[in-house]
């Protein structure tokens, strides 16, 4: 199982640490400030106390090229910038950076980041997309258009077959697979005559405002 090095413990890089720890991962977490050093020890593999912007102290943990690295320095767009490039010089091959705005992405992404990430914004558009569509649990886009969702089936949709609810002609989506919670398991791919019950959850995908109008 490949290992994660967190590079700033703020509540982003520490919540990021604990949950991958306790979920088996081998976390290496790394921080200046010796109180979180301290904190964050029984939630992960190892706490080191160190600057995570000198690239000496960087090297002498022995970050591999196949280790995944999240950076989190809140705003310090030149802390994130100067570890991102030690990081492409280590030949890191999966670097992780948290920003503040889009005008910091871009300078992230130019100088190597493999994703950068916004919190706000995505928190933003979950809470916004929860709101416009309250079936929509969870979603993943794939492409400025099109995404993965899955939700909760509306009452019209019990009891019938796939093939019944003609998804595909009237909203122009298809369903991939569908999250059985009675019993506990996953049909993929499920067929025609496949029938929607109260308790199951459809994955499926499709255009963002086409997914929308399931209600």
Do not use: C, W
Not at 43 to 63: H, P, Q, R, V
Not at 147 to 166: D, R, Y
Request: hydrophobic content about 45%.
């Amino acid at each position: 199982m490949k290992r994660v090095v967190v590079i700033g413990l703020g509540i982003f890089g520490f919540n990021i640490a604990k949950d991958l720890y306790e979920n088996g991962i081998e976390v290496i977490a790394i921080d200046k400030n010796k109180d979180i050093i301290q904190k964050i020890k029984d939630f992960s593999t190892k706490a080191i106390l160190t600057d995570g912007t000198d690239k000496e102290a960087i090297e002498s943990i022995g970050i591999q090229g196949d280790d995944i690295v999240i950076v989190s320095f809140g705003e310090d767009l030149a802390a994130s910038t100067l570890i991102t490039l030690h990081l492409k010089e280590l030949k890191v091959k999966t670097i992780i950076v948290k920003a503040p705005n889009e005008d910091h992405k871009r300078v992230l992404e130019k100088v190597g980041a493999t994703q950068v990430i916004i919190p706000e914004r995505e928190m933003a558009d979950k809470v916004a997309k929860g709101i416009i569509s309250p079936n929509v649990l969870d979603y993943i886009p794939l492409s400025d258009d099109y995404t993965i969702s899955e939700i909760v089936p509306p009452a019209s949709f019990m009891g019938k077959t796939i093939a019944e609810l003609h998804l595909r002609t009237k909203y122009h989506v298809e369903v991939i697979a569908v999250r059985e919670m009675l019993p506990d398991r996953v049909t993929m791919v499920p067929r025609a005559d496949f029938v929607i019950k109260d308790s199951d959850v459809l994955v499926v995908i499709g255009k963002e405002e086409d997914i929308q109008k399931i209600k």
